[in-house]
């Protein structure tokens, strides 16, 4: 077995977010999943929250191959 990836966390320690909270756990981790393993062992996932006070922007950025060509139309 290789290396984990680690998961940075770049976020405020309190943000609240007007969210449907199951939905957005679930897209979360479906995010963090298929970054998780696209990226390399010993890898990381880059995720940031910000605000600017009244909307949140959530970035999750892995460094794998990214999407191919073919599957862009997609």
Avoid: F, Y
Wanted: glycine content about 8%.
């Amino acid at each position: 077995a290789g290396d984990a990836v680690a998961i940075q966390v770049d976020a405020p320690s309190a943000l609240p977010i007007a969210a449907e909270p199951v939905l957005l756990a679930a897209a979360l981790r479906s995010l963090l999943t298929n970054a998780v393993q696209v990226s390399a062992d010993g890898g990381a996932v880059e995720v940031s929250i910000a605000s600017d006070g009244r909307h949140a922007e959530i970035r999750i950025r892995d460094h794998g191959p990214g999407i191919p060509a073919w599957a862009v139309p997609r």
